[in-house]
């Protein structure tokens, strides 16, 4: 913008102008775009900042099996998709869409008693200069530990 009042031979008062707007337009977008929230329902303790949501499930189910759990419920979801499991966590990668350049999605494993198991998950984008990506990593948490929390409540019943 200043390149073209420049160029335009404007005056000062109008350069500034010119320049002033995108500039608070930038400061505005990211400061909004880095404000903590919460989900609307409290659903897994899901907070984002920006691009990057955090969220935590319990399960009452030994490591061993959350594994297996985890597996499970990633085959029924289209997206995101898994990439990696292990018993330190599993990896997930969300595709870019209309609102977003793709995100990863980080779950880890702790075991916090024999039968009692945490999976802190992370959405973070793939393009790391992304302000927000319009709570699209929230919502492949939702899904996701959805998954998974449905899948062990089935599990359980079964075993």
Known sequence: ???ISLWADLP????AVL???PVALLLLTVGLGYRKTQARDGAYGITTR???SEATLTLDLPLDRVVRVVDDASHTLRQPRRTKLSAAGAEFDSSTSFWTWGARIIFEFQSVAPNRTVITARAEPELSTMVTDYGQGARDL???LGAVERRAAWDD???
């Open 12 to 15: 000062g008062r109008e350069t």
């Open 19 to 21: 320049v002033a707007i």
């Open 157 to 159: 019943r079964v075993s």
């Open 50 to 52: 920006g691009a990057y």
């Open 1 to 3: 913008m200043l390149g």
């Open 142 to 144: 939702r899904a996701l």
